[in-house]
Nanobody, 123 residues
């Protein structure tokens, strides 16, 4: 499975940005997909995840109410719509495919990772 994350860039605080994660190869719509982020000098933290049918979603407390995760299984693509961005959201964002249908917030529950896309929020 190969994952391609895109959509990152430079945005002003308060603005929106939408990330995409396109999967190819031995893909399956039966797995959950998650987004993580890593700021310089910090660990890679969970952001959001969506179950294989899209009905189950998880969010970290820091993004709940501002970010929305969704998926289009016909396009093998998962999206992360980020609104009301803050400077502390600045990080490299990674998408990952979980080992099972129900996603979690633990990095070890994810089997495949994309290369990351940089998001920079200016104040």
């Amino acid at each position: 499975v190969q994952l391609q994350a895109s959509g990152g860039g430079l945005v002003q605080a308060g603005g929106p940005l939408r990330l995409s994660c396109a999967a190819s190869g031995r893909t399956s719509s039966n797995n959950g997909v998650g987004w993580f982020r890593q700021a310089p000098g910090k660990e890679r933290d969970f952001v959001a995840a969506v179950g294989w049918k899209g009905g189950i979603t998880l969010y970290s407390d820091s993004v709940k109410g501002r970010f929305t995760i969704s998926r289009d299984n016909a396009k093998n693509t998962v999206y992360l719509l980020m609104n009301s961005l803050k400077p502390e959201d600045t990080a490299v964002y990674y998408c990952a495919v979980s080992r099972g249908a129900v996603p979690g917030s633990n990095r070890s529950s994810y089997a495949y990772w994309g290369q990351g896309t940089q998001v920079t929020v200016s104040s």
